[in-house]
């Protein structure tokens, strides 16, 4: 698409939508004021290419299509066939997976279907078998009541919140804590990494049905060889999450023991992260759990969202470009960039480094909490969120963490030099920000966080966001 055609098209767009409720057009608008403004150091955001956005804006998204491509419960699915088929096929020869399932709507749906098919494979289909029945609608009352009794008395072994695991590997406030015994893994104390005796130790304690893999906020790269031989050597499912550096499997800058997919027996995903893409999520697996990946829909999904599936077909069609995986690269070496800037000004950080795309900053190295610095950053233009360190004595809400990744940067094209200037934005922002009379609280120069901002549009103006867009 010319410069030219993606100003129309989006000037278009809010010119319509203007003309039914134009504080909806506004707000449009100063989205992308705000974005283009903002130091973007959100390690689970990133930018989608027009390409992708205006696949989302279209009648694909009047459509119902429950079931799957060519089996439909609703007439007329075709052209929503093709968008389905085409983000499927992209899907598996992007990862090398044998199956692709693209109809979550986000990374919590995704792992809902890779839960639930787990269930339905490792639980519910040997009850069918056993009662001599085809389906669950089939069963007794009584044989029913038992296998419901068995479907939520299974155990799931992941890693520990603190450690940088996700509130869907099985957390209480999560459905999925409510749904299996969890038990998590953390991290050593020492080092900060994930210690693999240690996850050995758990699982043959513990004998999990599922052991998880993935997280939001550990900076290093996972053995997913040896977490398979964990869970093989209990019985249990490997599942990984790579929500947060599907982009880095996609540019193959995770590979051999780092790339879950030829490893697990399931894996999932969010597709906006690193991947660069529309909001949604998605699962890959072997043939042995693609039957059951696919009853997603009715399982725990209604309809899928077939504009967004649209736009993962172009986001993944794009991740195939030869240019995705140095794309991939730069985004490691900003954040390793970054980790060394923060660390050469006596910065502490979380396993002392990064090999992926974020850094973890352990803020109570400058006496800070991660809501204090949060805010003081946000406030000197600098948008990053809190995030609790491994055994956080601040807990999770307040923590002493503050997560940073390069995804977003990377898009726009800043590289390795500009990621120095960001080190020094960043510790001089929180070296002269002091704690005030609450976890909340903190005192911080208004002149400052005002020279920080100007700083940190400055570096922004060379690599501008959405350069072809021009709102007038
Ligand atoms: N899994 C991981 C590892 C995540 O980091 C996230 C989101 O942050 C999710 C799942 C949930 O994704 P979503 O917000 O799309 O539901």
């Known amino acids: 698409m010319s410069l030219n055609a993606e100003s129309t098209a989006f000037r278009s767009a809010l010119e319509v ?96 279907v890779a839960f639930w098919a787990i269930l339905a494979d490792r639980v519910e289909s040997p009850a069918l078998k056993k009662a001599q029945v085809r389906q669950v609608n089939d069963l007794t009352e009584a044989d029913w009541f038992a296998l419901r009794r068995e479907l939520g008395n299974q155990r799931m072994l992941g890693m520990s919140l603190d450690a940088g695991g996700h509130l869907t590997h099985g957390f209480r406030p999560n459905i999925s804590g409510k749904m299996f015994d969890q038990r998590s893994y953390g991290t050593d104390p020492a080092t900060g990494l994930v210690d693999y005796d240690k996850v050995a130790e758990a699982a043959r304690e513990f004998k999990p ?70 909001r949604g999520g998605m699962v890959l697996c072997g043939p042995e759990l693609a039957g059951q990946v696919d009853r997603g829909c009715p399982m725990v999904l209604g309809g899928p969202l077939p504009h967004v599936m649209a736009a993962k077909a172009v986001a993944l069609a794009e991740a195939r470009r030869p240019d995705f995986a140095n794309y991939a690269q730069r985004i490691v070496d900003n954040a390793q960039a970054l980790a060394e800037g923060l660390l050469r000004r006596g910065a502490k950080l979380v396993t002392g480094g ?70 020094e934005l960043i510790h001089t922002v929180l070296s002269q920000t002091k704690p005030g009379e609450s976890k909340a609280k903190y005192v911080l120069d208004p002149a400052l966080a005002d020279k920080v901002s100007k700083q940190a549009s400055e570096l922004l103006t060379g690599f501008p966001l959405y350069p072809a867009v021009d709102l007038g």
Not at 214 to 237: C, L, Q
Not at 244 to 266: M, R, Y
Not at 379 to 400: K, L
Request: aromatic share 8%.
């Open 354 to 423: 990064t090999d992926n795309h974020l850094v973890l900053i352990d803020v109570s190295g400058y006496d800070l909490t991660g809501r204090q610095a949060e805010q003081a950053l946000l406030d000197s233009g600098i948008v990053t969120n809190r995030n609790a360190v491994p055994q956080d004595p601040n807990g999770a809400w307040y923590t002493s963490g503050i997560r940073i990744g390069t995804p977003a940067l990377t898009t726009r094209g800043l590289g390795t030099a500009e990621m120095d200037q960001t080190a």
């Open 209 to 278: 049905l599922i052991l998880v893999a993935g997280y939001s906020a550990y900076p290093r790269k996972v053995n997913f060889r040896i977490m398979r031989e964990i869970a093989d050597s209990v019985g249990a499912t490997f599942m990984v999450d790579m929500a947060h550096f599907a982009g880095l499997v996609a540019g193959k800058v995770f590979t051999g023991d780092f790339d879950p997919v030829p490893h697990a027996h399931i894996v999932t995903t969010t597709t906006h992260k690193s991947l660069r893409g529309p």
């Open 17 to 112: 939508i203007r003309a039914v409720e134009p504080r909806v057009a506004d707000a449009i608008g100063a989205e992308l004021a705000d974005q283009r403004e903002s130091l973007k150091l959100i390690a689970s955001e990133n930018y989608a290419s027009p390409a992708t956005l205006l696949a989302m804006g279209n009648w694909f998204s009047d459509k119902y299509a429950e079931g799957t491509v060519g089996r439909r419960f609703y007439a007329g699915c075709q052209n929503v066939d093709t968008v389905e088929a085409l983000a499927a096929e992209h899907a598996r020869e992007l990862f090398g997976a044998a199956h692709a399932y693209v109809q979550p709507h986000s990374g919590i749906d995704a792992n809902l």
